[in-house]
């Protein structure tokens, strides 16, 4: 009997941007190192990454200035590479691709994920991979928005109700192969595109990334009183597992 032989899967590598200041935080340090939980909120990301079996290898790209990171131990796991940000995330972005671009093949997948989520679920980071492993684009994690959308003028009056009707809030891991990921940043940042997000660079491309739908709890630690809602997200999904 001849057995059916297994589709090799493409390789999945994560590049994390941590080269930011986190201004609005108002802290003494870049608030990827603020503590939740007697963990940095870099430590706590990076551990739901390393926890996620089929990624190969996580690109950190760190401030030029971060005289920080040598207290965080879990930079030194083998597993994860260093990496020199730039001025803005894209930048950092681009150098982290231009890591991989030396270790993967055009075709390997590339998640890139905010180093200010921490909460990210693995059962999001395999519902995003299942979802897009044969999507000839790739995609992000998303959440379908709820409330009533309202747009302003400048002087903060409302100019337009807008239909929320297929509109998304964008969150991240944001999931493309490395070639065409490369191709459409550069793209974009010749053209001096507005680049907010890896989506909106393959958007310019020419592509159509794919919305795939997350969790609520995988929030952006912006502000101060976000520490807190992370914390408390984090117990709550600590709950979870232990009742699994």
Same mark, same amino acid.
């Given at each position: 009997?001849?057995?059916?032989? +297994?589709?090799?899967?493409?390789?999945?590598?994560? *590049?994390?941007?941590?080269?930011?200041?986190?201004?609005?935080?108002?802290?003494?340090?870049?608030? $990827?190192?603020?503590? *939740?939980?007697? /963990?940095?909120?870099?430590?706590?990301?990076?551990?739901?990454?390393?926890?996620?079996?089929?990624? #190969?290898?996580?690109?950190?790209?760190?401030?030029?200035?971060?005289?920080?990171?040598?207290?965080?131990?879990?930079?030194?796991? =083998?597993?994860?590479?260093?990496?020199?940000?730039?001025?803005?995330?894209?930048?950092?972005?681009?150098?982290? @691709?231009?890591?991989?671009?030396?270790? %993967?093949?055009?075709?390997?997948?590339?998640?890139?994920?905010?180093?200010?989520?921490?909460?990210?679920?693995? !059962?999001?980071?395999?519902?995003?991979?299942?979802?897009?492993?044969?999507? =000839?684009?790739?995609?992000?994690?998303?959440?379908?928005?709820?409330?009533?959308? /309202?747009?302003?003028?400048?002087?903060?009056?409302?100019?337009?109700?807008?239909?929320?009707?297929?509109?998304?809030?964008?969150?991240?891991?944001?999931?493309?192969?490395?070639?065409?990921? *490369?191709?459409?940043?550069?793209?974009?940042? #010749?053209?001096? *595109?507005?680049?907010?997000?890896?989506?909106?660079?393959? +958007?310019?491309?020419?592509?159509?990334?794919?919305?795939?739908?997350?969790?609520?709890?995988?929030?952006?630690?912006?502000? %101060? !009183?976000?520490?807190? @809602?992370? !914390? &408390?997200? &984090? $117990? $709550?999904?600590?709950?979870?597992?232990?009742?699994?």
């Amino acid at each position: 009997m001849t057995r059916s032989r +297994e589709i090799p899967r493409d390789r999945l590598w994560a *590049i994390v941007p941590a080269a930011g200041v986190g201004r609005r935080m108002n802290a003494d340090v870049p608030k $990827q190192y603020l503590e *939740i939980q007697g /963990k940095t909120l870099m430590e706590h990301t990076l551990q739901r990454l390393l926890d996620f079996p089929l990624l #190969e290898k996580i690109v950190v790209v760190l401030g030029a200035d971060d005289d920080y990171y040598p207290e965080v131990a879990l930079l030194r796991d =083998p597993r994860i590479i260093l990496a020199k940000g730039g001025k803005e995330r894209y930048h950092s972005v681009m150098n982290g @691709l231009a890591v991989l671009d030396e270790l %993967a093949e055009d075709s390997d997948w590339v998640l890139v994920h905010d180093v200010a989520r921490p909460c990210i679920r693995q !059962s999001d980071l395999d519902w995003l991979v299942k979802s897009l492993e044969t999507d =000839p684009v790739g995609g992000l994690l998303g959440m379908p928005v709820r409330d009533t959308m /309202k747009r302003s003028d400048n002087d903060g009056a409302v100019s337009q109700t807008v239909d929320r009707d297929n509109l998304w809030h964008a969150l991240t891991p944001q999931m493309f192969r490395l070639k065409p990921l *490369i191709d459409g940043l550069g793209k974009a940042m #010749e053209a001096g *595109i507005n680049i907010t997000d890896e989506a909106s660079a393959m +958007e310019f491309a020419g592509h159509k990334p794919r919305m795939v739908e997350g969790h609520g709890d995988n929030i952006k630690v912006t502000r %101060a !009183s976000d520490l807190a @809602l992370a !914390s &408390l997200y &984090l $117990q $709550q999904q600590a709950k979870l597992i232990e009742t699994v």
